[in-house]
């Protein structure tokens, strides 16, 4: 059973950072993508930043760019999400992410991602 499991969330001022966590358990076969979504009540889960989990190849949304940082530590299977000056547009549901196969192109939609954790909520007070 694959368990995906998120830390680090909570309640920050504006230009504060966090690190979020994310540890897999339960994956026994390759994984294509891992990635970092996020949800504001009443908006749809947005895609924050990815990565092809070979190539080592990121990506991330363009309101996070140089803000954001994805990084892995393959040894605990552990993905983290480095955010620094945060916003309160930042304010979410952060929830990681596992695809198993291959795609063409790279996965940016939830529907493309076949496991979940739970979230964390991160807030950012102005």
């Known amino acids: 059973q694959v368990q995906l499991v998120e830390s680090g969330g909570g309640l920050v001022q504006t230009g504060d950072s966090l690190r979020l966590s994310c540890t897999a358990s339960g994956l026994t076969f390759s994984t294509y993508a891992r990635a970092w979504f996020r949800q504001a009540p009443g908006k749809q889960r947005e895609f924050v930043a990815g990565?092809?989990?070979?190539?080592?190849?990121?990506k991330y949304a363009d309101s996070v760019k140089g803000r954001f940082t994805f990084s892995r530590e393959n040894s605990k299977n552990t993905v983290y999400l480095e955010m620094i000056n945060l916003k309160p547009e930042d304010t979410a549901v952060y929830y990681c992410?596992?695809?198993?196969?291959?795609?063409?192109?790279?996965?940016?939609?939830?529907?493309?991602?076949?496991?979940w954790g739970q979230g964390t909520q991160v807030t950012v007070s102005s």
């Open positions: 992410a596992a695809r198993r196969s291959t795609l063409t192109s790279y996965p940016k939609s939830a529907e493309q991602y076949d496991y």
């Open positions: 990565i092809l989990w070979n190539s080592g190849a990121t």
